[in-house]
């Protein structure tokens, strides 16, 4: 090159002095814009995390479930009085199941025990409904009534609840070896332990749990003594006087070890009494109370009792509803998107309807609730509570989105394409479903599946249609009585009992796994179709 | 070809061959309003068969606006409003009768920048001859598609990678796909909107060398900016100013010797 060298005071800088100042700045400026990005991305990460770890922490008690494996002769006397081998009947007899429960556990527990409160503590480890499960699987082989069988059975709501850690803040300690006893199991009995310092473990439990309550409750211990076990009425330097709970009714002997439950609730504070909770950890003891899998979550309806109560219909009944949302919401909003992007000439009339569009995209949903009860059922005489007007008013409610979305998605295919297919002699019809449409298909599947999503989650206007009511059958088909997921979600999130907590955020792990699928199936298939060209 | 013999002897100079006087395209009167707007003022034009007819003039002149009447494109713009007739081998294209859609086939259409379908360099080719009915038969289609293609002088290029999809080649080897995708359905016409401004002199060149092969067969008419490349390949020339058609004659005479002082300003270069 013959271009002169540069001269020194010119190296190495590309502007004058203002240049870089402006330069600076600029830099700054971007650098500022890029962490108010972060930042925006920052708070939404740590929002949806939140979200996420808050109701996987709540619903993690629900997916496992306490079960009583029992065995049990069934026998044709109660379980069948009729002895016609009526399914229906069987199924039906509850009572019937129930009793045979309850004097296996009052066999093993209560043998000759008359009080009836005392047994009624027994029985209550389990709802009535308990042995519906069992009754349903009688009436389906009633071959085996006469045999012996093996069942489980689902402990009620508290108990399940004490063992995953609730009703009660509590502490095990070993006590070691006891010495002396005296007394009767009738009349309580004096036991004095080996080891002052586990004594003092047990005292100083009792101490901290009793600072930390408020009012006049008192903390609890129950001790066990081999294969029984007492409650803690007083403790005297080693020496602690206890009254028989329960287990094996048999005075403890001098060197057999102890251990202790100390519990910050007194038992009038907590759900579950002190003989139930003996009864439990011996059940427990033997193997005969395990923590399963709680299938019953997706197998089971709802039920009034939540260790019942599962997601089943709920799920059919959301996939009913969907199934008469697509069909509605899809083929019409494509068309219609179609229609007005590409056929329909432009004036008032489609100005108008634009506007319409976009504003019913924005109505809200209890609008199209309302529309729904006054149109589909009081004026077409349509069912209350059936997934077709549940799928009718949600499709019109998606409608709106799906157009919008579809008509965007056609807006982007470049005018060249339509102009290259006219070109080569193609009918405007032609032009648009062999080359724009398919080019716009992964938009307008985007969209389709975005406004079903939104669907999918929809309460409110359900709730005006009736499908709310209490469903324990899972439907059969589209004008079958049924309700859907969310409306579950709301009401089990209204039930009194705690344990309602955990099976809530479980049912809204369920919604989220079929969002999470169906924004799944919308990626893939995106894929697909753009791999295409 | 069957084209209606008309006597244009004062506009147009004689000839060197007789096939050349044929008029394929003969524009009468040719109003075009875009809205209110007025785009191309009362133009007759009669556009010789088997010859390459360019239309030059400033930018905004109306040149793509008439183009597009001879195909009536203008059909899919809305606010486009053509008047004036339009005779093809005698028939009036504007008419009722004629289907534009069948008009199309017959007069093919090149654009500005390549537009390739986004499908397989094959599936552009046999979109057209599909739609039409033009080959019965997988075999038959084949061979639709390889002549377009070697007429087009593409074939050598692409025929290991029929199924790539057309977008994967380059600029120029795709404003050919398109020559070939117009020639697939057998024209009568070929229109090219300014085929080569996004390209390369190399690729320039080769299409030009593309339309005098294809002047044989097909009525061409394009629309250029490069007025080398108008004296290159053309045999008659038009020369549009403002909506207007201020000239139109032999190539040669257009730029050796223009009527029109206009004209003559454009073509040295003095605007446009
Ligand atoms: N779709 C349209 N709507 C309204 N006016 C248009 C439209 N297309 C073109 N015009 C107007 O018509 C006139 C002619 O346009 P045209 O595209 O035919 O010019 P051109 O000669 O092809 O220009 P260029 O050389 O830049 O391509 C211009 O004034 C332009 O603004
Ligand atoms: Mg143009």
């Given at each position: 090159?013959?271009?002169p060298?540069?001269?020194?005071?010119?190296?190495?800088?590309?502007?004058?002095?203002?240049?870089?100042?402006?330069?600076?700045?600029?830099?700054?400026?971007?650098?500022?814009?890029?962490?108010?990005?972060?930042?925006?991305?920052?708070?939404?990460?740590?929002?949806?995390?939140?979200?996420?770890?808050?109701?996987?922490?709540?619903?993690?008690?629900?997916?496992?479930?306490?079960?009583?494996?029992?065995?049990?002769?069934l026998?044709?006397?109660?379980?069948?009085?009729?002895?016609?081998?009526?399914?229906?009947?069987?199924?039906?007899?509850?009572?019937?199941?129930?009793?045979?429960?309850?004097?296996?556990?009052?066999?093993?527990?209560?043998?000759?025990e008359?009080?009836?409160?005392?047994l009624?503590?027994?029985?209550?480890?389990?709802?009535?409904?308990?042995?519906?499960?069992?009754?349903?699987k009688?009436?389906?082989?009633?071959?085996?009534?006469?045999?012996g069988?093996?069942?489980?059975?689902?402990l009620?709501d508290?108990?399940?609840?004490?063992?995953?850690?609730?009703?009660?803040?509590?502490?095990?300690?070993?006590?070691?070896?006891?010495?002396?006893?005296?007394?009767?199991?009738?009349?309580?009995?004096?036991?004095?332990?080996?080891?002052?310092?586990?004594?003092?473990d047990?005292?100083?439990a009792?101490?901290?749990?009793?600072?930390?309550?408020?009012?006049d409750?008192q903390?609890?211990?129950?001790?066990?003594?081999?294969?029984?076990?007492?409650?803690?009425?007083?403790?005297?330097?080693?020496?602690?006087?206890?009254?028989?709970?329960?287990?094996?009714?048999?005075?403890?002997?001098?060197?057999?070890?102890?251990?202790?439950?100390?519990?910050?609730?007194?038992?009038e504070?907590?759900?579950?009494?002190?003989?139930?909770?003996?009864?439990?950890?011996?059940?427990?003891?033997?193997?005969?109370?395990?923590?399963?899998?709680?299938?019953?979550?997706?197998?089971?309806?709802?039920s009034?009792?939540?260790?019942?109560?599962?997601?089943?219909?709920?799920?059919?009944?959301?996939?009913?509803t969907?199934?008469?949302?697509?069909l509605?919401?899809?083929?019409?909003?494509?068309?219609?998107?179609?229609?007005?992007?590409e056929?329909?000439?432009?004036?008032?009339?489609?100005?108008?309807?634009?506007?319409?569009?976009?504003?019913?995209?924005?109505?809200?949903?209890?609008?199209?609730?309302?529309?729904?009860?006054?149109?589909?059922?009081?004026?077409?005489?349509?069912?209350?509570?059936?997934?077709?007007?549940?799928?009718?008013?949600?499709?019109?409610?998606?409608?709106?989105?799906?157009?919008i979305?579809?008509?965007?998605?056609?807006?982007?295919?470049?005018?060249?394409?339509?102009?290259?297919?006219?070109?080569?002699?193609?009918?405007?019809?032609?032009?648009?479903?062999?080359?724009?449409?398919?080019?716009?298909?992964?938009?307008?599947?985007?969209?389709?599946?975005?406004?079903?999503?939104?669907?999918?989650?929809?309460?409110?206007?359900?709730?005006?249609?009736?499908?709310?009511?209490?469903?324990?059958e899972?439907?059969?088909?589209?004008?079958?009585?049924?309700?859907?997921?969310?409306?579950?979600?709301?009401?089990?999130?209204?039930?009194?009992?705690?344990?309602?907590e955990?099976?809530?955020?479980?049912a809204?792990?369920?919604?989220?796994?079929?969002?999470?699928?169906?924004?799944?199936?919308?990626?893939?298939?995106?894929?697909?179709?753009?791999?295409?060209? | 070809?069957?084209?209606?013999?008309?006597?244009?002897?004062?506009?147009?100079?004689?000839?060197?061959?007789?096939?050349?006087?044929?008029?394929?395209?003969?524009?009468?009167?040719?109003?075009?309003?875009?809205?209110?707007?007025?785009?191309?003022?009362?133009?007759?034009?009669?556009?010789?068969?088997?010859?390459?007819?360019?239309?030059?003039?400033?930018?905004?002149?109306?040149?793509?606006?008439?183009?597009?009447?001879?195909?009536?494109?203008?059909?899919?713009?809305?606010?486009?409003?053509?008047?004036?007739?339009?005779?093809?081998?005698?028939?009036?294209?504007?008419?009722?009768?004629i289907?534009?859609?069948?008009?199309?086939?017959?007069?093919?259409?090149?654009?500005?920048?390549?537009?390739p379908?986004?499908?397989?360099?094959?599936?552009?080719?046999?979109y057209?001859?599909r739609?039409?009915?033009l080959?019965?038969?997988?075999?038959?289609?084949?061979?639709?598609?390889?002549?377009a293609?070697?007429?087009?002088?593409?074939?050598?290029e692409?025929?290991?990678?029929?199924q790539?999809?057309?977008?994967?080649?380059?600029?120029?080897?795709?404003?050919?796909?398109?020559?070939?995708?117009?020639?697939?359905?057998?024209?009568?016409?070929?229109?090219?909107?300014?085929?080569?401004?996004?390209?390369?002199?190399?690729?320039?060149?080769?299409?030009?060398?593309?339309?005098?092969?294809?002047?044989?067969r097909?009525?061409?008419?394009?629309?250029?900016?490069?007025m080398?490349?108008?004296?290159?390949?053309?045999?008659?020339?038009?020369?549009?100013?403002?909506?207007?058609?201020?000239?139109?004659?032999?190539?040669?005479?257009?730029?050796?010797?223009?009527?029109?002082?206009?004209?003559?300003?454009?073509?040295?270069?003095?605007?446009?």
């Open positions: 090159m013959n271009s060298a540069p001269s020194p005071s010119e190296k190495g800088s590309f502007g004058s002095a203002a240049a870089m100042k402006r330069l600076k700045q600029r830099h700054r400026a971007e650098m500022r814009f890029k962490l108010y990005g972060q930042l925006a991305i920052g708070i939404a990460i740590v929002a949806l995390v939140t979200l996420l770890i808050s109701i996987f922490g709540q619903a993690s008690s629900a997916f496992s479930r306490n079960v009583l494996t029992f065995d049990v002769r026998d044709a006397e109660q379980v069948d009085p009729s002895g016609e081998r009526d399914p229906e009947a069987i199924a039906r007899n509850v009572s019937g199941f129930n009793l045979l429960l309850q004097d296996n556990l009052a066999e093993d527990f209560l043998p000759g008359t009080d009836r409160a005392r009624r503590e027994l029985y209550g480890m389990f709802t009535r409904l308990a042995v519906l499960p069992i009754a349903r009688t009436a389906e082989n009633p071959e085996i009534i006469g045999t069988q093996e069942f489980r059975v689902a009620a508290d108990i399940d609840l004490y063992l995953k850690g609730g009703v009660s803040e509590r502490k095990s300690l070993k006590l070691g070896e006891i010495q002396d006893v005296t007394g009767t199991l009738d009349d309580g009995i004096d036991v004095t332990f080996a080891d002052m310092k586990a004594v003092e047990l005292r100083s009792l101490e901290t749990f009793r600072e930390r309550s408020e009012g409750n903390p609890a211990a129950l001790i066990q003594l081999g294969e029984t076990w007492f409650r803690l009425q007083d403790i005297d330097g080693r020496t602690a006087s206890l009254t028989y709970l329960a287990g094996a009714s048999t005075m403890p002997a001098a060197g057999t070890n102890a251990s202790t439950l100390v519990l910050e609730q007194s038992e504070n907590r759900t579950v009494s002190d003989r139930q909770i003996a009864w439990t950890m011996l059940l427990k003891e033997d193997g005969r109370v395990k923590s399963v899998f709680n299938t019953s979550l997706f197998s089971h309806s709802d009034t009792y939540p260790e019942l109560a599962g997601t089943a219909a709920a799920v059919v009944g959301s996939l009913w969907m199934l008469v949302t697509a509605l919401a899809i083929p019409v909003g494509i068309f219609a998107a179609v229609y007005l992007e056929f329909a000439t432009k004036n008032r009339m489609t100005d108008l309807i634009e506007v319409n569009i976009n504003n019913l995209a924005a109505v809200p949903s209890i609008v199209f609730g309302l529309l729904g009860a006054a149109v589909f059922i009081n004026f077409l005489g349509l069912p209350r509570s059936v997934p077709l007007v549940g799928g009718l008013v949600l499709g019109l409610l998606v409608l709106p989105t799906v157009i979305a579809s008509r965007a998605a056609l807006k982007a295919v470049p005018p060249s394409i339509r102009d290259a297919a006219l070109g080569v002699g193609a009918s405007q019809t032609q032009a648009v479903f062999h080359h724009v449409v398919p080019l716009a298909a992964p938009g307008i599947l985007t969209g389709s599946i975005i406004g079903m999503a939104r669907a999918l989650g929809e309460t409110a206007p359900l709730l005006l249609i009736g499908m709310v009511a209490f469903v324990a899972v439907p059969d088909g589209p004008t079958d009585e049924s309700t859907v997921l969310p409306v579950l979600i709301y009401k089990w999130s209204t039930g009194a009992e705690r344990a309602w955990p099976q809530t955020a479980a809204i792990i369920v919604l989220l796994v079929f969002l999470v699928l169906m924004n799944l199936i919308a990626i893939i298939l995106r894929r697909r179709f753009e791999r295409r060209w | 070809m069957d084209g209606n013999v008309e006597d244009f002897t004062e506009t147009r100079p004689k000839q060197a061959h007789t096939m050349s006087e044929m008029i394929k395209v003969d524009c009468r009167n040719i109003d075009v309003f875009y809205g209110d707007k007025q785009a191309i003022y009362d133009i007759s034009l009669a556009i010789q068969d088997r010859a390459v007819t360019s239309f030059i003039g400033p930018s905004g002149c109306g040149k793509s606006t008439f183009l597009r009447c001879i195909n009536r494109m203008n059909d899919t713009i809305e606010t486009a409003k053509v008047s004036g007739q339009i005779y093809m081998d005698g028939a009036d294209i504007n008419d009722h009768s289907d534009p859609v069948l008009l199309r086939s017959r007069v093919g259409m090149v654009f500005q920048k390549p537009n379908f986004p499908k397989s360099i094959y599936d552009n080719i046999a057209g001859p739609i039409h009915g080959a019965s038969g997988k075999q038959e289609l084949d061979e639709v598609v390889e002549s293609l070697r007429k087009a002088g593409l074939w050598d692409v025929k290991d990678r029929l790539a999809p057309g977008t994967s080649l380059s600029g120029g080897q795709q404003q050919r796909l398109c020559i070939a995708r117009a020639i697939a359905v057998s024209p009568e016409v070929i229109l090219m909107d300014e085929p080569c401004s996004a390209l390369d002199p190399i690729a320039t060149a080769r299409i030009e060398e593309l339309i005098d092969e294809l002047r044989e097909y009525c061409i008419v394009i629309v250029t900016h490069s080398q490349q108008a004296a290159r390949v053309s045999q008659r020339t038009a020369f549009f100013h403002l909506g207007k058609l201020i000239e139109y004659g032999d190539t040669e005479q257009i730029f050796t010797n223009p009527v029109d002082s206009k004209t003559q300003d454009y073509i040295t270069g003095r605007y446009g």
